[in-house]
């Protein structure tokens, strides 16, 4: 495996804050709503529990939709109390321990400085659409990888508290990323369109040497037809 120093720019690490941690909230309006459609389902998921088990006498049927309601609200619960958990922070940058910290349901996935890269992301199909329809400003969105990691991630600026926000956290990555240089390890897991360049430039490397071939092979061609003569 590449020696990750080797990427590393001493210059731009000596200018990133040397402690500290910067949080990014999420959006309240996207936690607010959230709050209130898990209220609201977990309610409807509790009737329906309630219903299952006081007409379990009917049957089974009964006692099945009463545990379907049961695990529902479970889950609806669970829904609900992670906006609080995303209201305190959705990405953090630790620079104390040297981490981008990103929240995922209950649990937290750190990435190293050292495998860190960022970049300008772009909408999948079905956000591409929400953009188009339902949002007044232009969304923008960015990627956090992990470079030797298969999974990155990326969040944008209807996922945080604020465009100022988002823009800081884009400053901050983007600093780490050049600082870092995890992007130039030959080692990292490479997207598709990378894979389709690698493969075009060993096809054309293979080309070449078959072209040299061919023509040292003509050239002994040529020289026996003037020796037979």
Request: glycine share 4%; hydrophobic share 45%.
């Amino acid at each position: 495996m590449d020696n990750v120093e080797a990427f590393q720019n001493k210059e731009l690490i000596a200018k990133l804050p040397k402690e500290g941690v910067h949080c990014y909230a999420g959006n309240p309006g996207k936690i607010m709503r959230n709050r209130i459609v898990s209220i609201v389902l977990l309610l409807a998921s509790a009737a329906l529990a309630v219903f299952g088990f006081i007409n379990a006498k009917n049957g089974v049927v009964m006692i099945a939709l009463g545990g379907v309601g049961v695990v529902l609200a479970v889950c609806f619960i669970l829904v609900f109390c992670q906006t609080f958990l995303v209201s305190k922070f959705r990405v953090a940058v630790d620079y104390n321990e040297k981490n981008i910290v990103l929240r995922y349901r209950y649990s937290k996935i750190l990435i190293p400085f050292e495998n860190f890269d960022a970049r300008d992301g772009a909408p999948d199909q079905a956000e591409a659409l929400i953009d188009k329809n339902f949002k007044k400003e232009a969304n923008a969105y960015l990627v956090l990888d992990d470079v030797f990691e298969d999974a990155c991630y990326q969040t944008s600026i209807a996922d945080l508290e604020s465009k100022e926000d988002f823009e800081k956290l884009k400053a901050d990555c983007f600093a780490i990323a050049d600082a870092y240089g995890a992007r130039n390890s030959k080692d990292k897991v490479k997207f598709y369109y990378e894979k389709n360049l690698d493969e075009k430039a060993d096809g054309d490397e293979e080309a070449d040497i078959d072209k040299i071939i061919a023509e040292a092979r003509s050239e002994e061609s040529d020289k026996k037809e003037d020796s037979e003569e």
